[in-house]
């Protein structure tokens, strides 16, 4: 075996809706080190999500189905075990931070007795012991007045308290690996600063993450490594400065441009036309091809695969070693 | 920007106040205030965009929303070409409805989903009598003017993605020949990918129309992309305005460095703070 922390292989997730058959995850791999930071980016639909839930089988079947793939998490296929051992491994091993605090903690219990009751759950211990025990995880989160918040509902929070009591959950029990599925966008950005800090701090360079984003900046921020997807598959993967400096997929050079950034507020935007395509329709060959500027015929006819560019940095298109090269236009 | 006269103030807005009231106990008596807007001062000149930038809560939606008249000013003026927007009564308002547009965040729920396209965009040119010709050739040259597929306009909105809608919220603002448009949010809900272009489109109908924005967004950097000057807003408040580069670059308020200090910025690397 490897010594990979999470290794998912081939993942192929489809849906089968009433609108019709179609893959929501195409033959995506990923691999996450321990103590890594790695960025999952892309655009809504693309896919991110659902790899992400995937990983812990939290998507509802029917209507999805996982075709094909396997996901290890220290050796072991996760997509093998049934109910009662994926349960031990959810919060404990692996847990997440959920882009809406306030739809992911329950209305009805009070701040305290969520926090106990996950405490519980994984560990033989009394009650009382698990409430200091979360008292003081909310201190660490900096939540002010922690043994008063104990006994708020989570709609008496602000949206970054809610998402500091989320990140308290999620890094109770100590886990392995932390799936983070936009943690922040829901949040303004100097709460988003803070959040970030405070994820920064709490992992002590030991806790791998997932980041699943749509902002370029925040993988920017945080991560070590960085896979961008297009419409159900990996279309780019390597370090965070081969990425950001010499990107070789179209779209990722499309997207670092089109970004509006604060250092040079005169120049026009660099749009990508086009829309992003529905899953139900993908183009054929490539998916980007027809939103791409450098398309040719070769494109339409098969699909790219991945392919090694340099140490470790990959791209998902026919010319990358050519554009790899190019000066993209903004940097 | 490309305006004759740029210097004429198309809106004058003095301490502005927008306080809601909290009424207690069975009376109803006001025993206080939320003082959403609480004494704002800005001008917008004409053909000129104000970008508006503040985290959630801090007024800048219902400011631009009484602007509108959508919501009750508890005092001030708001002085639009002449006439205060304030103290009009009904069929002054109804007149400068058209003259002031606004598009809002979510390009779905702005939308009635029981009218196609053609209705939705020349609702306002009819009602406003301004119909010349047929309302297909005004609702095609619309279609044209913000990119959309001319043959589209028998469709209804949730036929259409999120960036075309938003192009659709677009083309009704701008349907009625509007001078200043309220610009909440436009690019918000849309997918990265999709931003530039609509940030690139308001940018060309601005230049086009000789139209004037005033653009709120929580997004520093995508209002400094449109802005030509720049008001930060905190707590009901203005904290900072001035031309978009004084301000990023020089900015003068604590408020404003610890937003400009927040915005992650790929490819220039962040000061930790610790």
Known sequence: ??????????????????????????????????????????????????????????LPSPPAVIEKGEIFFKGQNLLNLDSGQLRKVRGRAISMIFQEPLSALSPLQRIGQQLVETLQLHENIPKKEAWDISKSWLEKVKIPDPAERMYAYPFQLSGGMQQRVMIAMAMMLEPDLIIADEPTTALDVTIQARIFKLIREMRQE?????????????????????????????????????????????????????????????????????????????????????????????????????????????????????????????? | MTSQNVNKNLLEVEDLKTWFPIRRGILARTVGY???????????????????????????????????????????????????????????????????????????????PRMNVLDIVTEGIVAFKMLEGTKEEHAVQLMRDVGLDAGAIYRYPHEFSGGQRQRINIARAVSLKPDFIVCDEP??????????????????????????????SHDLSVVSHIADRVAVMNRGRIVEQGATRNVIETPQDPYTRKLIAAVPVPGIRMQKTS
Not at chain 1, 5 to 10: A, E, G, H, Q, V
Not at chain 1, 28 to 42: A, K, Y
Not at chain 1, 226 to 248: C, R, T, W
Not at chain 1, 302 to 315: I, R, S, V, Y
Request: charged letters at 25%; a negative charge.
């Open chain 1, 206 to 331: 030991k806790t791998s993450i997932l980041l699943i984003t749509h902002d370029m900046g925040v993988i920017w921020e945080m991560c070590d490594r960085v896979l961008v997807m297009y419409a159900s598959k990996i279309v780019e993967e390597g370090g965070k400065d081969a990425i950001f400096e010499q990107p070789a997929h179209p779209y990722t050079r499309g997207l670092l441009n089109s970004i509006p950034r604060l250092s040079d507020h005169l120049g026009r935007l660099i749009a990508i036309p086009g829309q992003v395509p529905s899953p139900l329709n993908y183009p054929s060959g490539c998916h980007f091809r027809d939103r791409c500027m450098h398309a040719f015929d070769r494109c339409a006819q098969e699909q790219p695969d991945l392919f090694d560019l340099d140490d470790g940095h990959k791209a998902a298109c026919f010319i990358a070693s050519n554009l790899i090269n190019k000066e993209y236009i903004r940097q």
């Open chain 1, 1 to 58: 075996m490897n010594s990979f922390l999470l290794d998912i292989r081939n993942l192929t997730v489809s849906f089968n809706t009433d609108d019709g058959f179609f893959q929501a995850v195409d033959d995506v791999s990923l691999h996450l080190e321990r103590g890594e930071i790695v960025g999952l980016v892309g655009e809504s639909g693309c896919g991110k999500s659902v790899t992400a839930l995937s990983i812990l089988k939290l």
């Open chain 2, 187 to 216: 690019v918000s809900a849309l997918d990265v990918s999709v931003q530039a272009q609509v940030i690139n489109l308001l940018e060309d109908l601005r230049d086009k129309y000789n139209l004037s924005y005033l653009f709120i």
């Open chain 2, 34 to 112: 939320v003082k959403a807007v609480d004494g704002v001062s800005f001008c917008v000149k004409k053909g000129e965009t104000l970008g508006l930038v503040g985290e959630s809560g801090c007024g800048k939606t219902t400011l631009g929303r009484t602007l509108l008249g959508l919501e009750r000013a508890y005092s001030g003026k708001a002085v639009f070409d002449g006439d205060d927007l304030l103290s009009l009564n009904r069929f002054q308002t109804r007149a400068l409805r058209r003259r002031i547009q606004i598009i809002f965040q979510d390009p779905l729920s702005s939308l009635n």
